[in-house]
């Protein structure tokens, strides 16, 4: 599905490409970090199909000459090698992402998760205000990332809080089985767009403030910031989370900021441009 266009480019572009459970959303990005245009299609199952369809997208930009590639992922990544090791919702094991892209595009490419590269971006914006920030990306899954004074922390560059184990229902789940966008679908037959009223909010708050208590106390960053599908509609349950939130506040253990994502459904293709720039270009 095409999203936006603008002017054939041949300046210092890069591409920046956002694997989603459901869809991928491609972009080609300028030097100054501005998107120029972009595509968006669904993810296909089968790994082949996926290259062919990026393959066929890429070809329909604008963009002629990319300085580099960043690609995320929506799973466990082997940095050393550019591979996508295993994916939440994707059944893809060990494909060699980094070097197919290399070899559709001709240009050097970096991999990694979506949740650390959305984490990145959103945190950077606040990088005047907050040094520790954490991400969490609530869409088709539950992702999480962490930032320390502008950096992806390489302690947690490899959480994965939506899989999380806690009871719901008298059984042991992940935190994502019942909190995620998905979830939410299965659970009351509605998108989060279609929901408005207070009674429902709140059971969703209720759901996703159970994990984000653990990770409050595991991690106590200075500032959470939600993303994802989920965090485009953050003003609908705001309140309703910050107040389930307070009542597992400790002294040692209180509630941070909680903010929405500034760019929810681009915060990972704008990680991808940082991580692109700053392993192949300048970043001021």
């Given at each position: 599905m095409y999203i936006t266009a603008a002017p054939r480019y041949t300046w210092n572009m890069y591409l920046c490409i956002d694997v989603g459970g459901t869809k991928t959303l491609v972009a080609s990005v300028d030097d100054e970090g501005v998107v120029q245009e972009s595509y968006k299609f669904p993810t296909p199952k089968d790994y082949q199909a996926f290259l062919t369809q990026l393959t066929e997208t890429i070809d329909q930009l604008e963009a002629v000459d990319f300085h580099a590639v960043g690609i995320a992922v929506p799973g466990l990544v082997?940095?050393?090698?550019?591979?996508?090791?295993?994916?939440?919702?994707?059944?893809?094991?060990?494909?060699?992402?980094?070097?197919?892209?290399?070899?559709?595009?001709?240009?050097?490419t970096i991999v990694d998760n979506d949740a650390n590269c959305a984490a990145l971006s959103e945190g950077l914006l606040l990088r005047k205000d907050y040094n520790v920030v954490l991400y969490v990306t609530i869409g088709t899954g539950i992702g999480t990332g962490l930032i320390v004074d502008?950096?992806?922390?390489?302690?947690?560059?490899?959480?994965?809080?939506?899989?999380?184990?806690?009871?719901?229902?008298?059984?042991?789940?992940?935190?994502?089985?019942?909190?995620?966008?998905?979830?939410?679908?299965?659970?009351?037959?509605?998108?989060?767009?279609?929901?408005?009223?207070?009674k429902t909010w709140k059971i969703i708050s209720r759901d996703i403030a159970r994990g984000m208590i653990d990770l409050i106390a595991t991690i106590q960053p200075e500032v959470i910031v939600i993303g994802g599908g989920i965090g485009t509609h953050f003003k609908k349950y705001e309140?309703?989370?910050?107040?389930?939130?307070?009542?597992?506040?400790?002294?040692?253990?209180?509630?941070?900021?909680?903010?929405?994502?500034?760019?929810?459904?681009?915060?990972?293709?704008y990680g991808c441009y940082t991580i692109a720039k700053r392993k192949y270009g300048y970043v001021r």
């Open positions: 082997d940095r050393e090698h550019g591979l996508g090791v295993a994916f939440g919702n994707l059944p893809w094991k060990n494909v060699p992402i980094q070097a197919d892209l290399e070899r559709i595009t001709s240009c050097p502008g950096e992806i922390d390489p302690s947690f560059e490899d959480t994965e809080g939506g899989l999380m184990l806690m009871e719901h229902d008298d059984k042991l789940v992940r935190w994502q089985d019942f909190a995620s966008g998905s979830a939410i679908f299965r659970r009351f037959n509605k998108r989060a767009s279609e929901i408005d009223d207070e309140k309703l989370l910050g107040a389930e939130l307070k009542k597992y506040e400790t002294p040692l253990t209180t509630t941070p900021p909680i903010r929405q994502a500034q760019r929810p459904e681009e915060a990972v293709v």
